[in-house]
């Protein structure tokens, strides 16, 4: 789903580039994405508070036509292949993961995980209402290794924004630093603390391994040497790295154009990660968990005119 802006970047350098980014990204604001989104009419502001019209800047019904047109839910919950999306209760402020090997996943479950405040409005499902997931965490990986522990684990984790970046040089590029912070919702940090802590249970099980047979017994060892049971884990992290012309409306900016290049980005980190094997191994030296990013010797030029 791209909007329909068919002009393409005028002139070469950053400047003229980032004027094109931002003024596709504006008419999208003001237009919205067929297909995806359409701005409220009347505004928001001027619908009676409490309606689900008074919430959001947009309208998200044209989206729940897409899904019901392109995604084929029976194959999705003849659970051939596991999906979980994430959402945030909007009352309780809970996690919350729609799993097709828990339930039967609806159009309302995606549209419900990509439901940002306040352009999108909240999701009702079974009398609840949910935002997307990303305002709590964009990172899920402690829900795949939670729920999958008894076999070996291959996690690609696709992160669109980085949370490492230069030093901003000026207000807007302020605005956008602070949105790659805030949106990559610290993937390092988690994959490295699932890394600690895979660590920890494998120092338990060599610990208990030595005690003598009576203490093995003890029913706070037997609990112990179940908690340290683990699965070995490889994490492949692809995170997406800006280009120098992006400005703070990259976010929104849903430009045929802008599509096209973070499709090619993906592509070409992609690539560059198949071409090492060791990512497709099982973790050697008696490691459990081992997280690879090849990608991250990749650099773009700084922002100039």
Known sequence: VSAPVQWTPFGKGSLPRSLFNE??????????????????????????????????????APLRATLEKLVDFDLINSKQVRL???????????FAYFDSFEQTIRPEHIMASGAL???????????????????????????????????????????????????????????EREKDIRYSSRTRLITDSNKKLHNARKALRELIAKLPDDL????????????????????????????HFETASKDYDFSRVGMIEHWHSGEQDVHLTMQHPECLERPQAGETMVTYDFTSTVHYPQKNP
């Open 23 to 60: 003024s596709s990204a504006a008419w999208i604001a003001a237009f919205g994405v067929p297909g995806f989104f359409t701005p409220r009419i009347p505004p928001a502001p001027l619908w009676p508070a409490g309606t689900p019209q008074s919430m959001s800047f947009y309208d998200t």
């Open 84 to 94: 979980s999306v994430g959402a945030v209760n909007v009352r309780n402020g809970n």
């Open 117 to 175: 405040p306040p352009g999108f409005p909240p999701v009702e499902i079974d009398g609840e209402h949910y935002w997307d997931g990303g305002i709590v965490s964009n990172t899920p990986l402690d829900y795949v290794l939670e729920v999958e522990k008894n076999r070996d684990l291959l996690i690609f984790q696709v992160d669109l924004f980085s949370a490492r970046g230069p030093l901003p040089t000026s207000l807007l590029e302020a605005s």
């Open 216 to 243: 093995k017994n003890d029913p706070s060892a037997k609990f112990l040497a179940e908690a340290a049971k683990e699965n070995t884990v490889t994490v492949i992290q692809l995170i997406y790295k800006s280009k």
